[in-house]
């Protein structure tokens, strides 16, 4: 286990307060010295979330919220000029069928699968494009149900990305925090 400090960030117990509420523990063996980042990160592949470095040297643990309100809205008059882009993947890009393997303690530990696909991308891309997950470290297969229906809500969609700048006002937001466009 790890304890946090309590002069830690407040994201990190925010964070750990959001898994916590979707019924995600874990089972991790980490077989190797490596930097806690690597650790973190390996952990974040399971779960989903963000670290994030700040200038000041510290991280920010960022769990995902649908619930979370935006901290910046921004339009048209806050970009910098000419600065905006906005590109969005190809369809034949996103994973429509995917499966994992978790470890299953109800069943003496053993390795078992759960699935989740998006039948209107099947039928939109009229085949299915299939991906394969790591959820070995799940070890209750609710949790890698939840979890791998979350993956199939994110990857069968194009990902979206923007590129912008900003006046210095918006410095005090930090990487990882909500903003509406």
Known sequence: GCR???TARPGLPAAASSWAET???LKIVFSRPK???EHIMQVLGFVGGWLVGRADGTLSLRAPDPDAAPSAVLGDGDFLEGSFSFKRAAW???WNDLSGKFT???QDYSERAVTANNAASIQLLGLRRKKSVDLTAFTDRSAAQR???EL???ESYPAASFSFDVPRDYAPLDQGQLLEI
């Open 92 to 94: 034949d890009t996103t």
């Open 147 to 149: 979890r791998i229906e």
């Open 152 to 154: 199939r809500d994110v």
């Open 23 to 25: 019924g995600y523990g």
């Open 104 to 106: 299953d303690a109800a």
């Open 35 to 37: 930097p806690v980042g």
């Open 4 to 6: 946090w400090p309590s």
